[in-house]
Protein backbone atom coordinates (compact mmCIF):
# COMPACT_ATOMS: atom_id res chain seq x y z
CA UNK A 1 0.00 0.00 0.00
CA UNK A 2 1.52 3.20 -1.18
CA UNK A 3 1.60 6.46 1.63
CA UNK A 4 -0.76 8.57 -0.38
CA UNK A 5 -3.36 5.70 0.51
CA UNK A 6 -1.82 4.83 4.16
CA UNK A 7 -2.75 8.82 4.91
CA UNK A 8 -6.56 8.69 3.49
CA UNK A 9 -6.84 5.63 5.07
CA UNK A 10 -6.11 6.63 8.66
CA UNK A 11 -7.80 9.99 8.28
CA UNK A 12 -10.74 7.85 7.09
CA UNK A 13 -11.01 5.56 10.39
CA UNK A 14 -10.09 9.11 12.70
CA UNK A 15 -12.90 10.84 11.02
CA UNK A 16 -15.68 8.01 11.58
CA UNK A 17 -13.61 7.29 15.16
CA UNK A 18 -14.57 10.74 15.63
CA UNK A 19 -18.09 10.75 13.95
CA UNK A 20 -18.97 7.71 16.22
CA UNK A 21 -17.54 9.19 19.81
CA UNK A 22 -19.64 12.72 19.30
CA UNK A 23 -22.96 10.63 18.42
CA UNK A 24 -22.95 8.12 21.03
CA UNK A 25 -22.26 11.52 23.28
CA UNK A 26 -18.68 9.33 24.45
CA UNK A 27 -16.34 12.52 24.80
CA UNK A 28 -14.87 13.90 27.70
CA UNK A 29 -15.95 16.80 29.30
CA UNK A 30 -14.07 17.25 32.08
CA UNK A 31 -10.61 15.51 33.48
CA UNK A 32 -10.01 15.67 37.40
CA UNK A 33 -5.96 14.78 37.04
CA UNK A 34 -6.68 12.17 33.92
CA UNK A 35 -9.71 10.75 34.98
CA UNK A 36 -12.09 11.53 32.18
CA UNK A 37 -15.77 12.33 32.85
CA UNK A 38 -17.93 11.57 29.85
CA UNK A 39 -20.31 13.79 28.35
CA UNK A 40 -22.80 10.96 27.79
CA UNK A 41 -23.05 10.28 31.77
CA UNK A 42 -23.10 13.56 32.68
CA UNK A 43 -26.15 14.59 30.42
CA UNK A 44 -27.96 11.73 32.15
CA UNK A 45 -27.28 12.49 35.46
CA UNK A 46 -27.82 16.38 34.36
CA UNK A 47 -31.39 15.36 32.85
CA UNK A 48 -32.58 13.37 35.72
CA UNK A 49 -31.83 16.50 37.89
CA UNK A 50 -33.50 18.84 35.49
CA UNK A 51 -36.64 16.20 35.43
CA UNK A 52 -37.07 16.17 38.98
CA UNK A 53 -36.74 20.10 39.30
CA UNK A 54 -39.57 20.20 37.04
CA UNK A 55 -41.74 17.52 38.66
CA UNK A 56 -41.15 19.21 41.97
CA UNK A 57 -41.84 22.34 40.45
CA UNK A 58 -45.11 21.66 38.73
CA UNK A 59 -46.65 20.12 41.86
CA UNK A 60 -45.85 22.84 44.35
CA UNK A 61 -45.37 26.14 43.03
CA UNK A 62 -47.74 25.69 39.29
CA UNK A 63 -47.23 29.41 38.93
CA UNK A 64 -43.47 29.31 38.43
CA UNK A 65 -43.50 26.05 36.53
CA UNK A 66 -41.47 27.83 33.57
CA UNK A 67 -38.78 28.78 35.83
CA UNK A 68 -36.91 25.55 34.67
CA UNK A 69 -36.34 26.55 31.27
CA UNK A 70 -34.72 29.62 32.01
CA UNK A 71 -30.50 29.75 31.28
CA UNK A 72 -29.61 30.85 35.21
CA UNK A 73 -31.70 27.84 36.33
CA UNK A 74 -30.04 25.44 33.84
CA UNK A 75 -26.97 26.81 34.37
CA UNK A 76 -27.00 26.28 38.12
CA UNK A 77 -28.12 22.56 37.68
CA UNK A 78 -25.37 22.06 34.88
CA UNK A 79 -22.83 23.74 37.42
CA UNK A 80 -24.04 21.82 40.69
CA UNK A 81 -24.05 18.71 38.43
CA UNK A 82 -20.46 19.34 37.24
CA UNK A 83 -19.34 20.06 40.82
CA UNK A 84 -20.67 16.69 42.16
CA UNK A 85 -18.94 14.54 39.86
CA UNK A 86 -15.85 16.25 40.56
CA UNK A 87 -16.34 15.16 44.08
CA UNK A 88 -17.00 12.19 43.60
CA UNK A 89 -13.77 11.02 41.69
CA UNK A 90 -12.50 13.04 43.84
CA UNK A 91 -13.53 11.18 46.86
CA UNK A 92 -13.47 7.88 45.12
CA UNK A 93 -9.65 8.23 44.68
CA UNK A 94 -9.06 9.11 48.51
CA UNK A 95 -11.09 6.01 49.05
CA UNK A 96 -8.97 4.02 46.92
CA UNK A 97 -5.91 5.24 49.18
CA UNK A 98 -7.43 3.52 52.31
CA UNK A 99 -9.17 0.45 51.08
CA UNK A 100 -8.86 -2.00 48.79
CA UNK A 101 -12.19 -1.83 45.47
CA UNK A 102 -13.30 -4.83 46.89
CA UNK A 103 -13.90 -3.28 50.46
CA UNK A 104 -15.28 -0.01 48.71
CA UNK A 105 -17.76 -1.75 46.46
CA UNK A 106 -18.81 -4.48 49.57
CA UNK A 107 -19.75 -1.24 51.61
CA UNK A 108 -21.17 0.05 48.73
CA UNK A 109 -23.45 -2.05 48.09
CA UNK A 110 -24.57 -2.12 51.68
CA UNK A 111 -25.13 1.34 52.04
CA UNK A 112 -27.11 1.33 48.55
CA UNK A 113 -29.60 -1.95 49.71
CA UNK A 114 -30.04 0.17 53.08
CA UNK A 115 -31.16 3.16 51.36
CA UNK A 116 -33.40 0.95 49.01
CA UNK A 117 -34.53 -0.45 51.87
CA UNK A 118 -35.92 -3.96 49.81
CA UNK A 119 -38.44 -2.01 48.28
CA UNK A 120 -39.62 -2.11 44.82
CA UNK A 121 -38.42 1.26 43.44
CA UNK A 122 -38.72 0.65 40.20
CA UNK A 123 -42.02 3.20 40.13
CA UNK A 124 -40.94 6.24 41.92
CA UNK A 125 -37.13 6.15 40.30
CA UNK A 126 -38.83 6.75 36.68
CA UNK A 127 -41.68 8.67 37.92
CA UNK A 128 -39.69 11.09 40.00
CA UNK A 129 -36.04 11.19 38.01
CA UNK A 130 -36.92 9.90 35.02
CA UNK A 131 -34.46 6.76 35.41
CA UNK A 132 -34.14 3.19 35.68
CA UNK A 133 -32.84 1.54 39.13
CA UNK A 134 -30.01 0.78 37.82
CA UNK A 135 -29.33 4.37 36.47
CA UNK A 136 -30.54 6.33 39.91
CA UNK A 137 -27.92 3.88 41.65
CA UNK A 138 -25.29 4.62 39.15
CA UNK A 139 -25.99 8.25 39.35
CA UNK A 140 -26.83 9.20 42.52
CA UNK A 141 -27.22 6.41 45.41
CA UNK A 142 -23.23 5.13 44.55
CA UNK A 143 -21.28 8.72 45.02
CA UNK A 144 -23.80 9.01 48.12
CA UNK A 145 -22.32 6.13 49.52
CA UNK A 146 -19.00 6.69 48.55
CA UNK A 147 -19.50 10.11 50.37
CA UNK A 148 -21.07 8.56 53.78
CA UNK A 149 -17.97 5.54 53.59
CA UNK A 150 -14.91 8.72 53.33
CA UNK A 151 -17.04 10.97 55.91
CA UNK A 152 -17.37 7.90 58.53
CA UNK A 153 -13.49 7.23 57.86
CA UNK A 154 -12.56 11.04 58.51
CA UNK A 155 -14.07 11.09 61.76
CA UNK A 156 -12.78 8.16 62.89
CA UNK A 157 -9.19 10.34 62.62
CA UNK A 158 -10.49 13.34 63.85
CA UNK A 159 -10.56 14.84 60.80
CA UNK A 160 -13.22 17.15 59.20
CA UNK A 161 -14.84 16.06 55.82
CA UNK A 162 -16.22 19.42 54.63
CA UNK A 163 -12.28 21.06 55.63
CA UNK A 164 -10.89 17.92 53.54
CA UNK A 165 -12.84 18.23 50.66
CA UNK A 166 -12.51 22.08 50.25
CA UNK A 167 -8.69 21.69 50.22
CA UNK A 168 -8.61 18.63 48.16
CA UNK A 169 -10.57 20.71 45.70
CA UNK A 170 -8.32 23.70 46.07
CA UNK A 171 -5.37 21.32 44.69
CA UNK A 172 -7.25 19.54 42.77
CA UNK A 173 -6.17 19.74 38.93
CA UNK A 174 -9.57 19.99 36.76
CA UNK A 175 -9.92 20.49 33.17
CA UNK A 176 -14.00 21.60 32.28
CA UNK A 177 -14.06 21.38 28.44
CA UNK A 178 -18.21 22.05 28.93
CA UNK A 179 -18.70 25.77 27.35
CA UNK A 180 -19.70 28.36 29.74
CA UNK A 181 -17.77 26.49 32.96
CA UNK A 182 -14.55 26.89 34.27
CA UNK A 183 -12.71 25.53 37.31
CA UNK A 184 -11.70 28.69 39.56
CA UNK A 185 -10.37 28.38 43.19
CA UNK A 186 -11.52 24.49 43.83
CA UNK A 187 -15.01 25.27 42.61
CA UNK A 188 -17.30 25.15 39.29
CA UNK A 189 -17.76 29.06 37.76
CA UNK A 190 -20.36 30.08 35.56
CA UNK A 191 -18.20 32.11 32.78
CA UNK A 192 -19.98 35.18 32.13
Partial sequence: MNKKKLIILISSA????????????????IFVGWQPVIYGDFNKNYNSAVFYYAKAISTYNKNNADIINSLEVRNEIRRA?????IEDILISNELKKIFS??????QIDKNVIAAIGGKDVKKEMETLYGLSVSEFTKY???PQARKEILEARLRLENINFDEWLASTEKQAK???FLPGFEWKDGTVMVKK
Fill in 81 to 85: GLEAV
Fill in 101 to 106: SSEVNS
Fill in 140 to 142: FLK
Fill in 174 to 176: VMI
Fill in 14 to 29: VFILAIALISFKLYPI
